[in-house]
C-alpha cells in the first residue's frame, strides 16, 4: 500500500492529543515534505528518520513522501513523533505487514543509529491510549514511567528494529513494569524529633497536616521555621494511587525538573527572587510552574515579604480553584495545582519586633511597610498564622523530647481518614455547603464564633476558615461534633488578619 496511517500523541500540558500521522507515497522527485503545523524540531525528524532507517539496515524508499500530522491546527513540538513516521514510511512502502499500527500508538525521538531515544510526557501518553484501547510502544527508558498507567499494555522498545521485528511478530516486546513509587522511603524524610521545644508550633503543623490546611509562622530569626515546615511531608499521609498519578503526569511534562519518586509528596520551596511564571509556570508552549510541581504535595515560601507582591498576588486563585489556567498565543494548558501552603515570615525587617529577648530597631513605619507586602486577601486565604518564639535558656542544650515523625503521622493519618470516611476529602477542601453539613453549631457555640468574627474583625472567608480548621481539631479529638475548645483553638490561629495586628 502507498498510504500508512500510525497513532501517536502529542503534548499539550497534562493532557496527550490524539496526532494520527499520515505517510503517502507517490511517483515523482525523491523528497520528504511534511504538514500539519510541525515545528523545528519536528521538521528536522526527516533527516533522524532517513538515517535510523538506513542504519538499521531497512529501505529508505526514493520515492516523493508527504507526512501528514493531523489535526493540522494542533502544534506538534519536540522528536516524540520519529518513530511513528519512520514506521509510517515502512508501513506505505510494504516493508511492515498491513493492519499492523491499528491496534497500538507509538512515541519516540530516534537517534540517526535507530536506537530510541526518550520524550517528555510519557505518563499522559500512556494513559490517554488506555482510555482508546490501544498499546504503547515507547522508548525502553521511558517504559518504566508509562507503566505507572496500569490500565495500558506498554511495551518497551530499545530501537527501531526490535520494534519492527514485534510488529512482524518475530520477536515480542517486552512488557513494561513500573518501577516508580513502590513506596515512602521514611528513612529518607526530616524527622520532628529533630527540633527541639516549639510545642505550639509542633502542634500546629500537626494540625495543618491532619485537615491540609495553609500556614504562617513568623518570630523571630534562627527560631526554626524553615526546620518545622522541611518536616511536614514526614507527617503527611502517604500519596494515593490517583495522587501519585497526578504528580508522575505533572513531573513527566515539565522538562528539567528534578527527578520525584512519585511516592512522597512533593515539597518545593522556590527562592524569594523567582518571578510569577516560576511560581505558576508559563512560557510560548506552557510549562508547569512551582505550584503544580508542589501538587498533592508542600510549597513552601521562605521568607515570604521578600518575595515581589505581584508575584505573591498570582497565588490567590490557584489557592481557591486548585488549578491554574496558562493562556498563551499559540497555547493553552490547565495544570492542577492543589498544593499545602506553608509560610515563613520574621515580624519586622531586623525580625525582633514583640521578642523580649530581642531589641527591635524598626520603625513603626518600616514594620508597617514590612507586612503590607502581604496583602489581606492573600493573608486571608492562609489557615492558619502561628508564632515561633526563641527558644528559652536551656532548651537548646537539652535533649529533644518531642515526639518522632511516625507518631504524629499516625494520628494525622488517621484524622485525615475520618474526613474521607464523612465527606470523601481533607477539610480544607470542603466548600460552603458542606461546612453548614459538617460543621454545624450549637445556638452558644455560633454566638461565640459570631462574636469573635465581628470583635476581631474578621472576613467571611476567613470565618469559614475557622470552621474548617476547628473541624479538623474535632476530627483529631475523634469528636463528632465542633466543641468551644475547638472553636477557641481554631480562633487563636487567626492573628496577623485582626483589627491591630500583633
Known amino acids: 500500500m502507498s498510504l500508512a496511517i500510525v497513532y501517536s500523541r502529542a503534548k499539550l500540558g497534562v493532557q496527550a492529543p490524539l496526532v494520527t500521522v499520515e505517510v503517502h507515497l507517490s511517483n515523482g522527485l525523491p523528497a520528504l515534505n511534511m504538514v500539519g503545523l510541525p515545528e523545528t524540531a519536528v521538521k528536522e525528524s526527516k533527516d533522524r528518520v532517513r538515517s535510523a532507517i538506513l542504519n538499521s539496515h531497512l529501505e529508505f524508499p526514493a520515492r516523493r513522501i508527504t507526512v501528514n500530522l493531523a489535526p493540522a491546527d494542533l502544534p506538534k513540538e519536540g522528536g516524540r513523533f520519529d518513530l511513528p513516521i519512520a514506521l509510517g514510511i515502512l508501513a506505505a512502502s510494504g516493508q511492515l505487514p498491513e493492519n499492523c499500527l491499528k491496534d497500538a500508538e507509538f512515541m519516540g525521538e530516534l537517534a540517526l543509529s ?43 522498545a530499545k530501537n527501531l528494529l526490535s520494534v519492527c521485528a514485534h510488529l512482524h511478530k518475530r520477536e515480542r516486546l517486552p512488557l513494561a513494569e513500573p518501577s516508580l513509587g513502590a513506596g515512602m522511603d521514611t528513612a529518607t524524610l526530616l524527622d520532628l524529633m529533630d527540633v527541639k521545644g516549639q510545642a505550639q508550633a509542633k502542634r500546629a503543623l500537626e494540625v495543618a497536616a491532619s485537615g491540609g490546611h495553609n500556614l504562617l509562622m513568623y518570630g523571630p530569626p534562627g527560631t526554626g521555621k524553615t526546620m518545622l515546615a522541611s518536616r511536614l511531608p514526614g507527617i503527611l499521609p502517604p500519596l494515593s494511587s490517583r ?152 532548651e537548646l542544650q537539652g535533649k529533644a523530647a518531642g515526639e518522632a515523625s511516625a507518631a504524629v503521622r499516625a494520628r494525622v493519618v488517621n484524622a485525615r481518614q475520618r474526613q474521607l470516611d464523612r465527606q470523601g476529602k481533607a477539610n480544607h477542601q470542603l466548600t460552603v ?70
Open 114 to 156: 535507530g536506537q530510541l531515544r526518550p520524550v517528555t510526557a510519557a505518563l499522559p501518553a500512556a494513559l490517554a491510549a488506555g482510555d482508546a484501547k490501544r498499546s504503547l510502544i515507547i522508548s525502553a527508558d521511558n517504559a518504566d514511567e508509562a507503566a505507572l498507567c496500569d490500565t495500558t499494555e506498554v511495551l518497551a
Open 243 to 394: 495522587e501519585k498519578l497526578e504528580v508522575a503526569a505533572l513531573y513527566s511534562v515539565a522538562p528539567g525538573a528534578p527527578t520525584h519518586t512519585h511516592a512522597e509528596r512533593p515539597f518545593r520551596a522556590p527562592h524569594h527572587t523567582a518571578s510569577a511564571i516560576a511560581l505558576i509556570g508559563g512560557g510560548s508552549h506552557p510549562k508547569p510552574g512551582e505550584i503544580s510541581l508542589a501538587h498533592s504535595g508542600v510549597l513552601f515560601l521562605d521568607e515570604l515579604p521578600e518575595f515581589h507582591r505581584h508575584v505573591l498576588e498570582v497565588l490567590r486563585e490557584p489557592l481557591e480553584s486548585g488549578e491554574v489556567n496558562i493562556s498563551r498565543a499559540r497555547a493553552q494548558a490547565t495544570y492542577p495545582a492543589r498544593f499545602q501552603l506553608v509560610a515563613a515570615m520574621n515580624p519586622c525587617p531586623c525580625g525582633y519586633h514583640g521578642s523580649p529577648e530581642g531589641e527591635c530597631t524598626c520603625t513603626p513605619d518600616q514594620i508597617r511597610r514590612y507586612r503590607d507586602k502581604i496583602s489581606g486577601p492573600l493573608l486571608d486565604r492562609i489557615d492558619m498564622h502561628v508564632p515561633v518564639r526563641l527558644l528559652k535558656r536551656g
Open 433 to 502: 455547603p458542606e461546612l453548614e453539613r459538617h460543621c454545624a453549631l450549637s445556638s452558644a457555640n455560633r454566638t461565640l464564633l459570631e462574636d469573635a468574627i465581628e470583635t476581631l474583625g474578621l472576613s467571611s472567608r476567613a470565618y469559614h476558615r475557622v470552621l474548617k480548621v476547628a473541624r479538623t481539631l474535632a476530627d483529631m479529638a475523634d469528636s463528632p461534633t465542633l466543641d468551644t475548645v475547638h472553636i477557641n483553638e481554631a480562633l487563636g490561629y487567626r492573628t496577623l488578619d485582626r483589627r491591630g495586628r500583633t
